[in-house]
């Protein structure tokens, strides 16, 4: 991935040291490609200047100035300061204000930006500059917007900078509101305002033992060190961690001069996405508050109003209406956004007296749906080619697309029956239905007991683990821009926001409606991101338009827009992968769905999943206590027919398509019985008395099954139960080539560790097959390969390769036994392995590149050495996660095998790794 940024102290002339960058006046210091250095929001308002959209300026301190910070214990560079203080002084310069000045003073905005965005993540400080003094310089040109500025700033430097919880500072604004009847902040007359400021002061005197901070010089460097400071706040590491985001990125501050959204009815604010990011939408499509200032919108106070007539409701007063000018000029500034960055944007813009001011652009958050549906539309409208357009979505995104709706029949019954509790905003595509948690917190403990819908008044981000706990999240203040929108989004979660007809009542704990019984914690409710509705109870799911459309063809591709587009991508994805996918089904079914879905065979078909079956679990019993060979044999011949049968089943859905055969792998205990029920059952069945059932089974118990009579261990002590197996495969191939089905059994030997092993069972494969093919006188292929699975048998992969016509990887046991931890056991201590970063990632989720996948690369190089044919694939749980894809491409495999539903991803992430496999290779 990126290289970090270099450490400062490594620098040997530092005065060569570039640490500030300037933007301004249609030119800036920086760009676009410098996020390394600029952060996210300082390389876009680099971007944006040097393109000419109107940017106020500013100037940004770059991430090195971070990285120095922390390894230098909290210490600046020497020349920072000097820096600093050259660049404001251009600034001033440039809008004609002088920072401190009780006349004419400049005020800035203290502005943090990692090169990831991180929303809401990071503190920023707006009308910096303020105090005594300079709040009469502005105060001439009107007093009311100087005081509500600085009571602003009070409370966000107080906030961020001297840890004074804003609650203290709300509590004093809510009652002011009621004690001068003013329904937002907007209408708190100038002498109530001048009251606040004097409260605000004297909670900053009682609360952190100092007066309010008045040098603007102070003020400007405990801003900085603020936003260094909270890169490493817990909100931040909690949001890297679930994001993956390094810790040692560190982040940029943005030092930019202020413009108002809150000088009058001729301002506003605002956040707009050039397309809609929950459907795709090709539509300008935002939010804005007339004489607000910056995170109003966001912050859910007061729900916003749309910004275009077409996305206002009636009664509704959009920006297009109220500012016709402004919002043409808004309309030219979004599309040569679009335009230049050939992506969807999330911009913020303030309106100052008339004018259009960008303050931030990037790359918008979206969901599977918008993703997919942006980058079809952008190729179709020319502005990206089909390469683009499949690196634009995230391989793991788009099983939202597979993603289970409501079932509509049940929902309009429910919709009849009095249901709907009120609708929201559709923020977040998808249904969800779950207990209603009031917090966080009992989300995430409740989410341990199944599904649970988040429902809050508002999210804020230290809400961000309860709502990846959820399984949806319902507010009822904010808009389709708010916290809860944003970051449901990022993480695919149904999401309906600004429920404004609901009540949250935190202190009754109850969600009230109208005309309804109130809903407590632990009710069930229903949301659908989708329209935005609300239903009390539980609702019943059905499968998505893909799956309706491809799998249960209860859907037409011509009524499926979203299936079109999932299938024309993936299209777009095959041509470029050259890494096979398969898939791991044991069933016919799953094989179809799996084919369905674009897999192009089984890579693994595990033959003991058809063992547990009501009537054939007993022959498997009889099969495994027989006393002798004859015993074992009759049990086997019963059980043969039912193989057979499965495997005919397999084959026909999978024609001209290679099927990957794993002869019986867990250890024999696993089929027998437990219960005292059971055993008498079966002593009954057997015609043994109970007593010496009991011996037996005692006697076939393993202190450690995991590693003990399994695999090919047992295909060589008890030879007659892989003979069977072979047998049932190939009279079944046999068969199903006669009804002209093409068929490619591919038999695969298990838990292998020397070549011995290897060597005895594929000669008896090889001899059982050819004696079944010759009793049925038709010609199928006899392939016969080997899991690698024991380190040891990828370190003599040579001597294996020998022997194999394949090699899979079965990377869940690998990974064990690499590690030697117990699969069923990990998670007692993996979860702090991660925390305290002893390992990156669990290791049975993503290939542990360095250890694990090293056994994997070693075992393909060796294998291949002895037999350059040799085709190599990997059937673990790695065979569906895009970051292992990429590892397994660079190990030149031929295939990976996932579970039916994965296939999509895999697809995408072969791509998408073919396309940095040639990036790498120039
Ligand atoms: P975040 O990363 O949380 O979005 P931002 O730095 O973008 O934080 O700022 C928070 C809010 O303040 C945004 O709405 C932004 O538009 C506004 N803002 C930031 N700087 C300025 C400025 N110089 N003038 C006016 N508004 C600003
Ligand atoms: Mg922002
Ligand atoms: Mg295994």
Not at 190 to 200: F, M, Q
Not at 244 to 271: H, L, R
Request: with cysteine; aromatic share 8%; charged share 25%.
């Amino acid at each position: 991935m990126s290289s970090t940024a270099p450490s400062i102290s490594k620098s040997e002339d530092k005065t060569a040291k570039k640490y500030v960058y300037y933007f301004g006046e249609g030119h800036a210091e920086g760009n676009a490609k410098m996020k390394n250095v600029l952060g996210g929001k300082g390389a876009g308002l680099a971007e944006m200047t040097n393109i000419g959209v109107p940017v106020p300026p500013g100037f940004t301190i770059s991430t090195e100035v971070c990285t120095y910070f922390y390894e230098h214990g909290k210490q600046y560079p020497p020349d920072l300061r000097d820096a600093v203080a050259e660049n404001l002084a251009r600034v001033e310069r440039v809008v004609d204000r002088k920072f401190g000045d009780r006349n004419k003073p400049l005020l800035v905005s203290v502005r943090s930006g990692a090169r990831a965005s991180m929303p809401g993540m990071m503190d920023t400080i707006l009308n910096l500059g303020l105090n005594d003094e300079t709040v009469q310089g502005l105060a001439k040109h009107d007093e009311r917007f100087a005081l509500d500025s600085y009571r602003r700033f009070i409370q966000m430097f107080s906030d961020v900078v001297l840890e004074v919880d804003k609650e203290h500072f709300e509590h004093e604004l809510f009652a002011l509101r009621d004690r001068v009847g003013a329904q937002t902040d907007a209408q708190i007359p100038a002498n109530a305002l001048r009251e606040l400021v004097a409260t605000y002061k004297k909670i900053v005197r009682e609360k952190s033992g100092n007066d309010f901070p008045q040098n603007v010089n102070d003020q400007l460097w405990g801003a900085i060190g603020a936003v260094f400071s909270s890169w490493n706040n817990q909100r931040a590491i909690t949001y890297r961690k679930l994001n993956g985001i390094p810790d040692d990125w560190g982040t940029a501050v943005n030092v930019q001069s202020m413009v108002f959204g809150n000088m009058g009815d001729d301002c506003a604010t605002g956040v707009a996405f050039t397309r809609n990011p929950s459907t795709g939408e090709r539509k300008f499509f935002g939010e804005y508050l007339p004489n607000a200032q910056g995170e109003d919108v966001v912050a859910g106070i007061r729900t916003p109003l749309p910004i275009s007539k077409a996305q206002a409701l009636s009664g509704e007063k959009s920006l297009e209406e109220t500012m016709p000018a402004v919002y043409a000029q808004l309309e030219d500034v979004y599309k040569k956004l679009e335009a230049h960055y050939r992506d969807m944007q999330d911009i913020e813009f303030t309106i100052q007296s008339g004018k259009l001011y960008l303050l931030q652009t990037r790359t918008g958050k979206r969901t599977g749906f918008a993703a997919v549906k942006i980058a079809c539309d952008m190729t179709d409208e020319g502005l990206i080619d089909h390469r683009e357009a499949v690196e634009r979505v995230e391989a793991g995104q788009i099983v939202q697309l597979l993603a289970p709706v409501f079932d509509h029949a049940e929902k309009e019954k429910a919709l009849k029956g009095g249901r709907l509790l009120g609708r929201g905003l559709p923020a977040g595509p998808g249904a969800a239905a779950g207990r209603i948690a009031f917090n966080a917190e009992h989300a995430v403990q409740m989410a341990a007991d199944g599904p649970v819908v988040l429902v809050r008044i508002e999210t804020s981000p230290e809400d961000i683990a309860g709502m990846h706990s959820a399984a949806g999240i319902l507010t009822t203040r904010g808009g389709l821009t708010s916290h809860a929108a944003v970051v449901a989004r990022g993480m695919g979660r149904p999401c309906v926001v600004g429920a404004g007809s609901l009540k949250v009542d935190y202190g009754r704990g109850e969600l009230r409606s109208e005309g309804h019984e109130p809903l407590e914690e632990g009710d069930w409710i229903s949301i659908d991101g989708t329209t935005g509705e609300i239903l009390g109870g539980k609702l019943p799911t059905r499968p998505s338009e893909v799956v309706q459309v491809l799998i249960e063809n209860t859907m037409k591709p011509e009524q499926s827009e979203v299936y079109r587009n999932f299938d024309r991508l993936l299209k777009w994805a095959d041509e470029i992968r050259t890494l096979g996918i398969r898939t791991n089904a044991d069933t016919p079914n799953d094989a179809r769905v799996a084919r369905l879905f674009g897999a192009a065979g089984i890579g693994l078909c595990r033959t003991e999943h058809m063992f547990f079956a009501e009537e054939r679990i007993v022959r498997v019993r009889e099969m495994i206590l027989a006393r002798n060979e004859a015993g074992r044999r009759r049990a086997l011949d019963q059980l043969l027919p039912f193989q057979k049968a499965d495997f005919e089943g397999i084959f026909r859905e999978l024609t001209g398509m290679p099927v990957t055969i794993r002869l019986l792998d867990p250890p024999l205990h696993e089929f027998l019985p437990h219960t005292e029920a059971q055993m008498s059952a079966l002593a009954r069945d057997m015609g043994w008395g109970y007593v010496e059932l009991r011996a037996k089974v005692n006697q076939l118990h393993e202190v450690n099954p995991m590693l003990g009579h399994r695999g090919c261990r047992l295909g060589i002590t008890y030879p007659e139960i892989y003979e069977m197996q072979v047998r049932a495969i190939f009279q079944a191939a046999c068969d199903v080539r006669k009804d002209g089905i093409d068929v490619r059994p591919e038999v695969m030997i298990p838990l292998v560790g020397t070549v011995k092993e290897l060597q005895i069972t594929s000669e008896m494969t090889r001899r059982v097959a050819a004696d079944v093919i010759k009793e049925r006188g038709v010609d199928v292929p006899v392939i016969v390969g080997t899991m690698i699975e024991i380190p040891r048998a990828a370190l003599i992969a040579d001597q294996l390769g020998e022997i194999a016509e394949f090699f899979s990887f079965g990377t869940n046991d690998l990974t064990q036994m690499t590690f030697g931890y117990s699969r069923d056991d990990a998670g007692t201590f993996l979860p702090e392995y991660v925390d305290k970063k002893i390992l990156p990632k669990d290791p049975f989720e993503s290939i542990d590149t360095t250890g694990v996948g090293q056994l994997v690369r070693l075992g393909t190089e060796r294998g291949r050495s002895a037999n350059a044919k040799l085709k190599v694939g990997v059937c673990g749980e790695h065979g569906g996660d895009p970051d292992s894809i990429r590892f397994f491409r660079t190990c030149n495999l031929n295939y990976v095998s996932c579970s039916p539903y994965r296939v999509p991803v895999a697809r995408l992430a072969a791509a998408q790794a073919e396309l940095e496999q040639k990036a790498y290779e120039g």
